[in-house]
């Protein structure tokens, strides 16, 4: 089994923090290889078809069609001859960062339930493709090309062009999306997988300070791996490491404050194991070594700060 490329947004946005563009041909392929990406992805056939594999199904895509690729899905795109597709690649958390306003809330929520369509529906009857109406097709073809001129050329202010053309593709997605039949099923199909991460992030929140890992908790969820990191990080804004890790420095914190255990004892209590990681992990968490914020908190304590 071929194990995946991972493509992070550090090493690949480096014309533009927020985006990246280019035309794929079969002579210039891009995203041929198994690989999965830390930020999400449309592709827009505009010539001929390619073969689309995502999570070891293979869909044809055609002329027209486009498909949304949610970060961390593993995935790869083969083109015929003579066929070619504009790929866009951008980071949702920059275009629509959170906290926001009402407004931006709603538009994460109709993308983050969009992003999902196709990619969690049971295997036999799911096409991870978006199909636009005939009407709205025009507009989507003139989009796409547009944010690749603006990106090829770098004309003045091209960056906040990009932003605003990238913005309004989205917007476009939502519309097409809010009229589309699946749209109901889809939305259910969130909610029942939203209930299972509950579930799973439930059973972090009350095991952080035992051995936990990754396949105990994609069990729980019933989810394969792929699936599970990302709608974990989809509702939580955090990885499952980062968020186990922040579990268990706020138990640690609740001991510090609260007890004269010795920083070896809060480690073991917490799920460390071992008292120099655990010092580690809480000083670039907190700012200050377990030790200096028992004293500077609670300096009554002092006395079970014993390391």
């Given at each position: 089994?071929?194990?995946?490329?991972?493509?992070?947004?550090?090493?690949?946005?480096?014309?533009?923090?927020?985006?990246?563009?280019?035309?794929?041909?079969?002579?210039?392929?891009?995203?041929?290889?198994?690989?999965?990406?830390?930020?999400?992805?449309?592709w827009?056939?505009?010539?001929?078809?390619?073969?689309?594999?995502?999570?070891?199904?293979?869909?044809?895509?055609t002329?027209?069609?486009?498909?949304?690729?949610?970060?961390?899905?593993?995935?790869?795109?083969?083109?015929?001859?003579?066929?070619?597709a504009?790929s866009?690649?951008?980071?949702?958390?920059?275009?629509?960062?959170?906290?926001?306003?009402?407004?931006?809330?709603?538009?994460?929520?109709y993308?983050?339930?969009?992003?999902?369509?196709?990619?969690?529906?049971?295997s036999?009857?799911?096409?991870?493709?978006?199909?636009?109406?005939?009407?709205?097709m025009?507009?989507?073809?003139?989009?796409?090309?547009?944010?690749?001129?603006?990106?090829?050329?770098e004309?003045?202010?091209?960056?906040?062009?990009?932003?605003?053309?990238?913005?309004e593709?989205?917007l476009?997605?939502?519309?097409?999306?809010l009229?589309?039949?699946?749209?109901?099923s889809?939305?259910?199909?969130?909610?029942?997988?939203?209930?299972?991460?509950?579930?799973a992030?439930?059973?972090?929140?009350?095991?952080?300070?035992?051995?936990?890992?990754?396949?105990?908790?994609?069990?729980?969820?019933?989810?394969?791996?792929?699936?599970?990191?990302?709608?974990?990080?989809?509702?939580?804004?955090?990885?499952?490491?980062?968020?186990?890790?922040?579990?268990?420095?706020?138990?640690?914190?609740?001991?510090?404050?609260?007890t004269?255990?010795?920083?070896?004892?809060?480690?073991?209590?917490?799920?460390?194991?071992?008292?120099?990681?655990?010092?580690?992990?809480?000083?670039?968490?907190?700012g200050?070594?377990?030790?200096?914020?028992?004293?500077?908190?609670?300096?009554?304590?002092?006395?079970?700060?014993?390391?």
């Open positions: 089994m071929k194990s995946p490329v991972f493509m992070t947004q550090e090493l690949f946005f480096v014309k533009c923090s927020f985006c990246n563009v280019f035309e794929v041909t079969d002579e210039k392929p891009s995203g041929d290889i198994l690989h999965a990406h830390d930020y999400a992805q449309i827009y056939v505009t010539r001929g078809q390619c073969d689309h594999y995502v999570e070891n199904q293979l869909y044809l895509m002329a027209g069609d486009t498909f949304l690729i949610p970060p961390m899905v593993e995935h790869e795109t083969v083109l015929a001859p003579g066929s070619a504009i866009v690649e951008f980071s949702l958390e920059d275009l629509f960062p959170t906290p926001c306003g009402a407004a931006q809330t709603e538009i994460r929520s993308l983050d339930r969009m992003s999902v369509m196709g990619f969690l529906q049971d036999k009857t799911r096409q991870p493709r978006f199909r636009f109406r005939p009407e709205a025009p507009k989507l073809d003139r989009l796409m090309r547009e944010i690749l001129e603006e990106f090829r050329e004309k003045h202010c091209y960056q906040d062009m990009l932003r605003v053309k990238l913005q593709l989205l476009l997605y939502i519309r097409e999306y009229t589309s039949p699946e749209s109901r889809t939305d259910l199909t969130y909610e029942r997988y939203q209930a299972l991460m509950n579930k992030i439930a059973h972090i929140d009350e095991h952080y300070n035992e051995s936990i890992s990754l396949e105990d908790v994609c069990r729980i969820s019933t989810l394969s791996k792929t699936y599970f990191c990302y709608l974990f990080k989809l509702m939580t804004q955090k990885t499952f490491v980062e968020y186990i890790t922040e579990r268990r420095v706020q138990g640690a914190m609740r001991l510090l404050q609260n004269t255990m010795s920083i070896q004892a809060v480690s073991e209590q917490t799920g460390f194991h071992d008292a120099a990681n655990f010092s580690r992990t809480f000083r670039k968490a907190v200050i070594s377990p030790r200096d914020y028992r004293k500077m908190r609670f300096p009554a304590r002092e006395g079970g700060n014993n390391e």
